[in-house]
């Protein structure tokens, strides 16, 4: 069974920066996508970024393309989520999600299987 656990959330500076870690357990190769979702008080939960297990291919959110980095390392099973240039938008928690498949590059949730539990950003201005 794919398990997910996030961590590296925490409070901090406008300005500053966080490095978000999921660690995933139970796949059977690396054909997977993991994606990183966040969802702030009273809105609906966004898709962030998303990276290919298989050969490293990323994609990201207009919003965070110019300041966020998703990376893997393969031999930790583990995800991450750098994260720069802080604004107190990006206040959120943030969940890792896992999907069976590398092909299609998403960042619509409903095609994600597996959701960790998430963790808590909070950017103070």
């Known amino acids: 069974e794919v398990q997910l656990v996030e961590s590296g959330g925490g409070l901090v500076q406008a300005g500053g920066s966080l490095r978000l870690s999921c660690a995933a357990s139970?796949?059977?190769?690396?054909?997977?996508?993991i994606g990183w979702f966040r969802q702030a008080p009273g809105k609906e939960r966004e898709g962030v970024s998303c990276?290919?297990?298989?050969?490293?291919?990323?994609f990201y959110a207009e919003s965070v393309e110019d300041r966020f980095t998703v990376s893997s390392d393969n031999a930790k099973n583990t995800v991450y989520l750098q994260m720069n240039s802080l604004e107190p938008e990006d206040t959120a928690v943030y969940h890792c999600?896992?999907?069976?498949?590398?092909?299609?590059?998403?960042?619509?949730?409903?095609?994600?299987?597996?959701w960790g539990q998430g963790t808590q950003v909070t950017v103070s201005s």
């Open positions: 999600a896992a999907r069976a498949g590398t092909i299609l590059v998403t960042l619509d949730q409903s095609d994600y299987d597996y």
């Open positions: 990276i290919n297990l298989s050969d490293g291919y990323t």
């Open positions: 139970g796949f059977d190769s690396a054909d997977y996508t």
